[in-house]
T-cell receptor
Framework: KNQVEQSPQSLIILEGKNCTLQCNYTVSPFSNLRWYKQDTGRGPVSLTIMTFSENTKSNGRYTATLDADTKQSSLHITASQLSDSASYICVVTPATNKLIFGTGTLLAVQP | DTEVTQTPKHLVMGMTNKKSLKCEQHMGHRAMYWYKQKAKKPPELMFVYSYEKLSINESVPSRFSPECPNSSLLNLHLHALQPEDSALYLC?????????????FGPGTRLTVT
């Protein structure tokens, strides 16, 4: 069964600190892996997208890594800001093209 | 323009009402999607339109009726909904056919069924 699991479920950090979110998946074969940021009550916004052959992708303070051998991805946020408070969703696209969403990590950045 | 717009932002309707959700994009995308998202849960795919034709229906109850009148517009007609249908309804669009293409999401419509 294709699954995408994320950890932790929720995380609280202080403004300015770094954090790393984890994503483990069992989808195989897969086309790409994406990280989305979703503010409460809003639509998801894409942060990064990586194919199976890519190891890392950066977007400003966001850096995603992918290990296709262990089927793990991480999203590292550097120098967190209050506006980073949101849900972060890992999404894997299998060969069928239908997106498989992870359950998300709820991040709260406190001053 | 990389924006997907959705109207209304909020909708409250009774179980006997008929209402419609609207989605619009002007990126030239020929694939459009409806998702349903409950609180603290990931989005669940409902329908996919490709080149204005319904290509995927994820066994959605008939009280939800999608419509794609042209390549820029996507509607979701609602009738005789149940309270458990209350959720955030998201529209998305992309270039069809290639999984590597980005899906752009709209801000969603918050639906409450009373």
């Amino acid at each position: 069964k294709n699954q995408v699991e994320q950890s932790p479920q929720s995380l609280i950090i202080l403004e300015g600190k770094n954090c790393t979110l984890q994503c483990n998946y069992t989808v195989s074969p897969f086309s790409n892996l994406r990280w989305y940021k979703q503010d409460t009550g809003r639509g998801p916004v894409s942060l990064t997208i990586m194919t199976f052959s890519e190891n890392t992708k950066s977007n400003g303070r966001y850096t995603a890594t992918l290990d296709a051998d262990t089927k793990q991805s991480s999203l590292h946020i550097t120098a967190s800001q209050l506006s980073d408070s949101a849900s972060y969703i890992c999404v894997v696209t299998p060969a069928t093209n239908k997106l498989i969403f992870g359950t998300g990590t709820l991040l709260a950045v406190q001053p | 323009d990389t924006e997907v717009t959705q109207t209304p932002k909020h909708l409250v309707m009774g179980m006997t009402n008929k209402k419609s959700l609207k989605c619009e994009q002007h990126m030239g995308h020929r694939a459009m999607y409806w998702y349903k998202q409950k609180a603290k849960k990931p989005p669940e795919l409902m329908f996919v339109y490709s080149y204005e034709k319904l290509s995927i229906n994820e066994s959605v109850p008939s009280r939800f009726s999608p419509e794609c009148p042209n390549s820029s517009l996507l509607n979701l007609h609602l009738h005789a909904l149940q309270p458990e249908d209350s959720a955030l309804y998201l529209c998305a669009s992309s270039v069809p056919g290639q999984s590597s293409y980005e899906q752009y999401f709209g801000p969603g419509t918050r639906l409450t069924v009373t």
